[in-house]
Structure formats: C-alpha cells, structure tokens
C-alpha cells in the first residue's frame, strides 16, 4: 500500500435493527478503525439496509444493504472492498429462521 493509497473496508453485521449491542459494535469499530487508520473508507453492510432512524443508531452513517446472494453480488462486494470485518454476536451461523423473525422476514427472503 502507497502513502497515497487508503484501505477500503466493510464492516458486516446486523447493523439495521434496533438492537444496542449491534448498533454500538458498529459504533465502536468504525471509530477504531477511523482513528487507527486515518483516511481509510469504512462502509458499513447490514442484510436489508438502512430502515431508518432507531434510538440506538445514532445518526450515524447508513447501513447498506447486502442484497441477495449471489456470485455476482459476492463478487461486486469483494472487487469494492479490501478487507471485511463480520460484527456483531452471532452473526456468522446457517440458521437464518432464527434471523428472519427480527426482519419481520420469511426464511427465504
């Protein structure tokens, strides 16, 4: 990496519900990254996006939506970013009928 030359990286969690712990994980990590590597692009993913404004978000900047998965989606993601950082508890497991319900969501969507 170049002087010139900034780190883009995503951070991907379930940024876009009402929850503390996962509104102040996003919180505390683009800070951190912020501080620890000044001018670095953070961006921030979450499974639906940004809802709109929740009592613990705090007008930070908005969740953007993952999208459904694809290769093509996967790919576009990885092509924008050059490192990603998975937050927030629980956030990495195949069980997505226990996510679904807090999206007001079926299984599938």
Known sequence: ??????????LIGTFDLE???????ARATRRELAT???GASIRTFAPFGYPG??????????AEPLG??????????ADALDCAV???GEIVHGFDELLA??????EAE
């Open 1 to 10: 990496m170049t002087r010139d030359t900034f780190p883009r990286i995503g």
């Open 19 to 25: 929850n503390f712990g996962d509104m102040l994980i």
């Open 36 to 38: 620890r590597m000044p």
């Open 53 to 62: 404004l929740n009592r613990f978000d705090g007008g930070e900047e908005p």
């Open 68 to 77: 459904a998965w694809s290769p093509e989606r996967a790919a576009e993601i």
């Open 86 to 88: 998975i937050g927030g």
């Open 101 to 106: 319900p807090h999206y007001g969501a079926s």
